[in-house]
């Protein structure tokens, strides 16, 4: 069984930067790709980002240039840089790992099969 545990959330004011982490246990990190996805208050749950076994990365529009996800297979973790955090970016953030070795970098939620339990990141304006 994987059990997968984000870190980090918190309050920040726009413009602040956030850093969070999800830790695997029961499996290793090492040949399959994880994403950050997130939901807001009556939305769907989005796709944010995503790196796959090689570090391939793949972002959502929105947060080019601002997020930056990186992996650390020896330590078994997965972590999202956010800078220049937005009003607009306050939602529940959820680490997903798939479960297809070497595969391809995905935003498609439906790859995601181990997901954590969330944490809110709240930015005020």
């Known amino acids: 069984q994987v059990h997968l545990v984000e870190s980090g959330g918190g309050l920040v004011q726009a413009g602040g930067s956030l850093r969070l982490s999800c830790a695997a246990s029961g499996r290793t990190f090492r040949g399959y790709a994880v994403g950050w996805f997130r939901q807001a208050p009556g939305t769907e749950r989005d796709f944010v980002a995503a790196?796959?076994?090689?570090?391939?990365?793949a972002y959502t529009d929105s947060v080019k240039g601002r997020f930056t996800i990186s992996r650390d297979d020896a330590k078994n973790t997965v972590n999202l840089q956010m800078n220049g955090l937005k009003p607009e970016d306050t939602a529940v953030y959820y680490c997903?790992?798939?479960?297809?070795?070497?595969?391809?970098?995905?935003?498609?939620?439906?790859?995601?099969?181990?997901w954590g339990q969330g944490t809110q990141i709240t930015v005020s304006a």
């Open positions: 997903a790992a798939d479960n297809g070795v070497f595969r391809g970098v995905s935003s498609f939620r439906d790859r995601y099969v181990y």
């Open positions: 790196i796959n076994w090689r570090g391939t990365t």
